[in-house]
């Protein structure tokens, strides 16, 4: 199951910072798994 129901943006700009604030968003949770 999608978790977006809206396309992605074809702006390039604007992908890469879904990809960023989702890699962030990775990061902080993987911290919270490692170190509860």
């Known amino acids: ?3 977006r129901h ?3 943006p ?3 700009a604007q992908l ?3 990809i960023l ?3 962030e968003e990775n990061a ?3 911290a919270r ?3 509860p």
């Open 16 to 18: 890469t910072r879904i």
């Open 10 to 12: 074809q702006d390039a």
């Open 28 to 30: 902080d949770l993987k």
């Open 21 to 23: 604030s989702l890699d």
């Open 33 to 35: 798994v490692a170190f």
């Open 1 to 3: 199951m999608p978790l």
């Open 6 to 8: 809206d396309p992605l």
